[in-house]
């Protein structure tokens, strides 16, 4: 049985997800990231993807994704995903609180090839502010961060 574009993108969406954010072996990310993929430093290829993902390590040394949902329709694959970790170093403006964080998010990315060459992340930001006591905790229902105190 031949497998079809749409099964090949998603199994390279899993594969990204559980070998390199999985693990973060790097290895074989030529693979299954376009070399016209665009990060957010500026960085294109493989190379912005995994800045990306070093970044997250550096703060989250113990950081795990799960993947909930992997649903694709022509060249987009969309993987809906919990990731948990322990903030044990800077984050963007955050620095470390030693708080263990979970976030959810949903992206979605666009294939070429059976890569990703672009994607749109949502995450609970809001979430993860109150998580790392950025903002009071009880605005988004999350646990409070270490020391914070929920509002009634």
């Known amino acids: 049985m031949t497998m079809t574009t749409t099964e090949q993108n998603k199994r390279a969406i899993r594969r990204l997800y559980e070998a390199v954010l ?3 072996r790097f290895e ?3 693979e299954l990231v376009a070399d016209e993929y665009e990060g957010p430093h500026g960085a294109r290829g493989p190379r912005a993807f ?5 970044e997250l390590r550096a703060a989250f040394p113990d950081l795990r994704y799960t993947i909930e949902d992997i649903v694709a329709e022509g060249d987009r694959v969309v993987a809906r995903w919990t990731w948990s970790g322990t903030h044990e170093g800077n984050f963007r403006a955050f620095g470390a609180t ?3 964080v979970t976030n959810k998010g949903t992206v979605i990315h666009r294939m070429r090839e059976g890569k990703v060459a672009q994607t749109w992340v949502e995450t609970d930001r809001l979430g993860f502010l109150e998580q790392v006591g950025a903002v009071p905790s009880g605005l988004a229902g999350g646990p409070p961060a270490p020391g914070v105190k929920k509002r009634p």
Request: cysteine-free; proline content about 0%.
């Open 22 to 24: 999985g693990s973060s």
């Open 28 to 30: 074989g990310i030529g």
């Open 50 to 54: 995994v800045i990306t993902i070093e």
């Open 98 to 100: 030693h708080a263990r």
